[in-house]
């Protein structure tokens, strides 16, 4: 049997108690790549993505030179903040995933929030 990496353990350690606290919100969740930076606003009890943004898309992509900086982070957390705003969702809770919330997962959050959602 494989065991399982500690990055696995992390995330799911972190999940469990999102899940605890905020069942009824919807989860805001980030993913970091060596190039790139993705969010994610997901409905767990429908199960599906109400909306995302990340710096793979081609208007951010001609906006910033990097994706892998915290201006390109902040750029994403606006972007899906606004499009949160769009579907009248005010209120999330963060899923930082097996990330530090720090550097470019932290300055994701804050744009987020100077952008409207609350968490």
């Not at 994610?40 to 793979?56: E, F, W």
């Amino acid at each position: 049997m494989k065991p399982i990496s500690a990055e696995l353990r992390r995330k799911m350690r972190v999940r469990t108690r999102i899940r605890k606290q905020a069942a009824d919100r919807i989860r805001l969740t980030v993913f970091r790549s060596g190039q790139h930076i993705y969010a994610q606003l997901i409905d767990d009890r429908a199960g599906k993505t109400l909306a995302c943004a990340s710096t793979a898309e081609k208007d951010l992509r001609e906006k910033i030179k990097n994706g892998a900086s915290v201006q390109a982070a902040k750029a994403v957390g606006a972007l899906v903040a606004k499009r949160g705003k769009e579907l009248k969702v005010e209120r999330v809770v963060f899923d930082r995933g097996a990330y530090l919330f720090h550097g470019r997962v932290k300055a994701l959050a804050e744009a987020a929030r100077e952008a409207g959602l609350q968490f």
